[in-house]
Nanobody
């Protein structure tokens, strides 16, 4: 019922910049939080950045000062601006959306959904 789609991955040189975007669609009452996670080969998926209602943000230490997360509520879209990229930023980046959806009783329930991931490769 919720679709999460990422855009913007690719190959970039060290020191370069890249912007990822993530669009959420479906029968959504509200988007409570959106976040970016990444998973490098052989490693666990880790949080990169998250933005909640009211534009409160939280970043992994590795992302602080280099990455910026933002959201466009009108478009149900979140962005991750990545600057000063390093080879260790190479990973599959996943978008996560925590939403509230209507249920058949006229109330709501929470949903936690992931995109399919987009590859970011930082290499010369």
């Amino acid at each position: 019922q919720v679709q999460v789609v990422e855009f913007g991955g690719g190959l970039v040189q060290p020191g370069g910049s890249l912007t990822l975007s993530c669009a959420v669609s479906g029968s959504i009452l509200s988007i409570n939080a959106m976040g970016w996670y990444r998973q490098a080969p052989g490693k666990r998926r880790e949080l990169v950045a998250v933005i909640t209602t009211g534009d409160n943000t939280n970043y992994a230490d590795s992302a602080k000062g280099r990455f910026t997360i933002s959201r466009d509520n009108a478009k149900n879209t979140t962005y991750l601006q990545m600057n000063s990229l390093k080879p260790e930023d190479t990973a599959v980046y996943y978008c996560n959306a925590q939403t509230s959806l209507p249920d058949y009783r006229g109330s709501y329930y929470h949903s936690n959904d992931w995109g399919q991931g987009t590859q970011v490769t930082v290499s010369s």
